[in-house]
């Protein structure tokens, strides 16, 4: 979880765009590097979820 970025706007979508995941993934392999597409959208969920604890908001899904 570490090698997630944290912080600005868009910072994930970057990562997973612009190679840093990949380069992550041939470093430190496992489930995550297999389907990254799975693993974009578990990262994003994972980072709403410690800004909704964090700051107290709700999340809600429609």
Known sequence: MDA???GEN???????LEGGAER??????GPWAEDRDA??????YLR???YSLRYGCPMTYS
């Open 24 to 29: 992550t993934a041939r470093v430190r392999p």
């Open 4 to 6: 997630i970025p944290a």
């Open 10 to 16: 868009l910072a994930l979508s970057l990562w997973f």
């Open 39 to 44: 693993a974009f959208y578990v990262a994003l």
């Open 48 to 50: 709403a979820a410690q």
